[in-house]
């Protein structure tokens, strides 16, 4: 176990518990929810639990370039948002629904 | 001499170029100009060769650069010119050059016209190259393009089925023989290190080689000799051949390219002398096909086909006089049969000419007087064939039977001069049957009868004149000039066989007198059964059907050939066909198909299309691999 170099006023435990439960709650969701935008709101979730973790880590090691990379993921994030509510619109406009299991053309 | 022989096969070869490229839209009509000249180059640098190179003790090797440089395989294309080649080359370039000029007469407005003398200059460049070549990858490389014009211009009719299938079949069946020549070459290479005739002799004459290996070198180099100069059981393609032009087959079924054979055993003439039990082999296929084709040409009712066997039989004599090691006497036959041949074969062609295309002697007959040129000359060729003095047919195949006589194969001689009885009686059988008795063509042929133009009639004269005078350069023993114009070639393989000069003793005379005799009794037989009692002929035939049936089909040999060799190869084709090309080979093709299509049907239910079964996949993928790290 490393020895934090700063008290840190809530330890870095607590972070990683929030953080995985999010994480867990993002993967239920979107391995069990049909609706697309219940799917991206469930990735949002994943990648939110995955910035608390960086966040977590980035005060416990004194090292700024973790929430640098929380900027990243969360500009990441946003585009990534803009993309798949244009892709869940562009879907809907052809199918008339949003329902993932009835996208399975890909099917082999 | 050197910086010159190169050009003589170039000639040629740059005027098949040029009549090939521009012969159809430009030459067109004088395609004959460019050949003829060429040939007239090659021909008087041949001469002056010949002038040069005589007495020389050693041939002239011009390296022109390096063909094969590959490890220890160093094959230079290399010319040679000695007293063999320089022979040789005027043969073919001088006999060429005749059969050229009368070319231009005889192909006069054929649609082929360029193509002819565009292949006929393509043939005479491969025969200069294969006679000049320095070592017998060269040669070979001639062999094969002497061949391949061959074919070509059997088929030269091509719109014409026969020709189409005859020019397959001599491709063919040289095809066996060449196979046998190649592996000859190659055991040349293996057992001497080198393809130059000069070292491949050397070697040879150090005496450093077990017998067995010189025998199969001579035997596999004969072979390819069998296919080239139809000797049986390979002589099936020749009379087949004479479905192309006639001065094609003057020029190469008749003088020069199925000489090739003899040439390339004359050549190797050190070789067959070291290898006797392969001499023998040379002597006794020779002598049979001597006198089997000659048999056949009795019956023939074709004057070309007539010819063709007569061609046949007397390679069969050259063959013979080089079985018993007169090597110089059968080029000097080679050389006089050139003359004659090339002279019956042009004349006859003047007689088809004449007759508006018919082949039949059965509808000829009384031509005599229409077209008295060709009836004299093609005489003067008949003369030199049958042997009589002092035609030069005289004076080669008489020079043959006492070269077998005097080597003690009396059999031989026994068979040969059987042969010149027979070849003297189908001969004038054929001359009595065109020329003699009433004329038995119908009236409309009857009426266009008429003298070829002079470029068909001049080339016969020069000829005639060949066959008359050409022999008396070849007189027996010590009077022969091209038997010592030929001793510093032969000389080493005479001297590995023991063979002195001769001198005539009286011996010699008598059998001059003898085969002169048993010639002009043939003759008179003909001119017995065909001029005089002209009912005989069928008489004979009818009393002797069967053995008449059987000679008249040429022995069945095609028909035994299309019995066992074709019916086997083709039957044998179609099995493989069927069991292993469809089953065994289609089969693998198939079943590789079949065997990923199997195992993509047992995966393909993996792909739903959902998205989110893939996420599941990733998620215990992730869920492996972080549990893997964490714990392991």
Redesign the interface.
Known sequence: MIEPPVEMPIPVDWYLYLSAALFIVGVAGMLTRRNLFIMLFSLELMLNAVNINLVGFSRFHENLVGQNLVIFVMAIAAAEAAVGLAIATALYRNRKTLMVDLFDRMKG | MENYIWLIPLLPFLAFLVTLLFGKWWIKESAHWLPILAMLGSFGLSLAAFIQIRGAEEPVVVELWRWFSVGSFQVPMSLQMDQLSAVMCLVVSGIGLLIFIYSKGYMHGDTGYYRFFAFMSLFAFSMLTLVLAGNYLLLYFGWEAVGLCSYYLIGFFYHKPEAAAAGKKAFIVNRIGDFGFGLGVMLIFVTFGTLDYVGVFEQVEAGAFGEATLIAIALLLFMGAMGKSAQFPLHVWLPDAMEGPTPVSALIHAATMVTAGVYLVARSAVIFASAPAALLVVGAIGTFTAIFAAIIGICQKDIKKVLAYSTVSQLGYMFMALGVGAWAIAIFHLMTHAFFKALLFLGAGSVIHAMGGEQDMDKMGGLRKRIPATYYTLVAGALALSGIFPFAGFWSKDDILGATWRDGKYLIWAVGLIAAFITAFYTFRMIFMTFFGKPRMDKETEKHIHESPWSMIVPLVVLAIGALLAGFLGMPGKLGAIQSFLDPVFAPADHILGIHEHTLAAIDYVLMVVSVLVAMLGIVLAWFMYVRRTYLPAFVGRKVRPVYKVVYNKFYVDEFYAATVVRLSVDGSRWLWKNFDEKIIDGAVNGTAWLWQRA?AVV?????????NY??GI?IGLFVIATVVVFV
């Open positions: 993509g393909r239910p993996l792909q739903t299309g959902r998205v989110q996420l599941l998620f």
